[in-house]
C-alpha cells in the first residue's frame, strides 16, 4: 500500500484527473476507432477492486485519447472560427456601407469578437456549437442594427 502512495497515486490522479476531462466529448471520443477502446480501459482501471498493476498503462491510454481529443478539437474549432470570421466580414462590410459610427460598429463586433475569442479556447465540442449558435444570433441583431443605421443615415 505504501508503494501505492509513493509511486502510483500520481498516475492515479493523472488517469482520474485525464477521464474526467474527456468526459466533456466522450460521446465523440467512443467513436473514435483508438480514443474509443482507450476510454473504456481508463474507465475499467478507475473501477478495478486492485489497480495497482493496470496504472502502468495510463500514460499510453492517456496519451492515446488526448491525441484524438485535441484533433477534434482543433477541427470543430477551425470551422467554427470560420463561420464566426465569415459573420464579421459581412457585418464589416455592410457596416461600411451604411456608413456606421465607431460606438455601431463596436457594439456589433463586439459579441462575435468575443465569441470568437470563447472558441478558440474552448475544450466542449458542445460549447463550441453552441458559441457557433449564438454568432448567429448575434450576427442577425448586428445585421438589424446595422440596417436600421443604414436607413437613418438614407434619410439625412
Not at 54 to 64: M, V
Not at 77 to 100: E, F, P, Y
Request: aromatic fraction near 6%; charged fraction near 25%.
Amino acid at each position: 500500500m505504501e508503494y501505492f502512495y509513493d509511486h502510483q497515486k500520481p498516475t492515479w490522479e493523472k488517469l482520474r484527473k485525464a477521464y474526467v476531462a474527456f468526459q466533456l466529448n466522450r460521446l465523440e471520443l467512443e467513436k473514435d476507432a483508438q480514443a474509443g477502446p482507450a476510454l473504456k480501459r481508463m474507465q475499467e482501471i478507475l473501477s478495478a477492486r486492485s489497480p495497482y498493476g493496470l496504472i502502468k498503462e495510463a500514460d499510453a491510454l492517456i496519451n492515446t485519447v488526448n491525441a484524438v481529443n485535441s484533433s477534434v478539437l482543433i477541427g470543430r474549432r477551425t470551422q467554427a472560427v470560420a463561420k464566426i470570421d465569415a459573420h464579421i466580414t459581412t457585418l464589416n462590410r455592410d457596416l461600411a456601407v451604411a456608413q456606421g459610427e465607431a460606438s455601431l460598429r463596436a457594439a456589433c463586433l463586439k459579441p462575435l469578437e468575443a465569441l470568437r475569442e470563447q472558441v478558440q479556447n474552448e475544450e466542449s465540442l458542445a460549447h463550441i456549437t453552441q458559441a457557433e449558435g449564438e454568432a448567429v444570433k448575434e450576427f442577425d441583431a448586428a445585421e438589424g442594427a446595422s440596417r436600421s443605421s443604414f436607413v437613418s443615415w438614407q434619410s439625412r
